[in-house]
């Protein structure tokens, strides 16, 4: 299992949200870049960008950061959402070196762009699901949708999707652990490796997850947590590599 430091871009700065409101932001550093060294010195194997505001715009608002961490770190695996709504954003991002494009809102809306998506650019696309009460959320989390999360997988699950990634919304932000019955459930409804979102506070949630692992649990994306200090990047996946005691 992967841990995953989020780095979340707002106005060009790294930022972490609580519950996806953006007027409920913690600014942690103004060089994003220099952000990403910092976890790639902990040991991380890849990095997990989000483009908040591309998020509301629907459209690549910080993508000169995604750009600049992916120049720094070429050999890094970087995964970015955010704002991808288009082919032409996808083979933007591939070509300045992100590994995978996450693709939220327009996944929700318009399912069959998830296969074309996977056509084109084949092993690059992770679906995120975002979800309150098990329902699925959009437009940067300020909508939410009648579809249940599970359902939705299920729907992609010839497509050729990478991976999920599922946040619970509710935890997101709020250091109050990962829910980890839902992150099973969302494990378990397809093949599709899911990657946990949301709630992670400290190792506890790391060895939570490493324990139902099993169903189909692949990684962990973690932001609040590293950035105050709750949870040690390098402590949390050396835990992943020798599995939970």
């Known amino acids: 299992m992967l841990i995953i430091p989020a780095i979340d871009l707002k106005d060009g700065q790294c930022v ?16 994003p870049v220099a952000m990403a060294a910092r ?5 991380c194997r890849r990095l997990h960008l989000v483009d908040l505001n591309g998020a509301f715009a629907g459209e690549p608002v910080n993508g000169a950061v995604v750009n600049a961490i992916a ?9 970015i959402g955010g704002g991808i ?4 954003t996808i083979e933007h991002y591939i070509n300045a070196g992100v590994s995978y494009v996450i693709i939220g809102t327009k996944a929700v809306k318009e399912p069959e762009f998830v296969a074309e998506a996977c056509a084109a650019f084949p092993g690059k696309v992770i679906v995120g699901l975002d979800a309150r009460d098990g329902l699925v959320a959009t437009d940067g989390w300020a909508e939410v949708s009648e579809v249940r999360a599970t359902d939705l997988a299920r729907r992609f699950e010839s497509d050729g999707v990478a991976a999920i990634v599922y946040t619970d919304i ?8 990962v829910n980890v019955e839902a992150t099973v459930a969302m494990a378990q409804a397809s093949s599709i490796p899911v990657i946990a979102s949301g709630g992670i506070t400290d190792i506890r949630d790391i060895t939570a997850l490493i324990n139902v692992a099993h169903t189909g649990i692949c990684g962990a994306i973690t ?10 990047v390098a402590d949390a996946q050396q835990l992943c590599d020798e599995g939970a005691v």
């Not at 709504?85 to 032409?88: A, F, G, V």
């Open 16 to 31: 972490r949200l609580r519950q996806g409101l953006m007027d409920d932001s913690t600014v942690f550093s103004d060089d």
């Open 170 to 177: 509710a935890r997101d932000g709020m250091m109050q652990g």
């Open 85 to 88: 709504r288009t082919l032409e």
């Open 39 to 43: 976890w790639v010195e902990a040991g």
């Open 223 to 232: 932001g609040r947590a590293i950035y105050e200090g709750t949870l040690d």
């Open 71 to 79: 120049a720094a770190y070429p050999d890094l695996p970087i995964q």
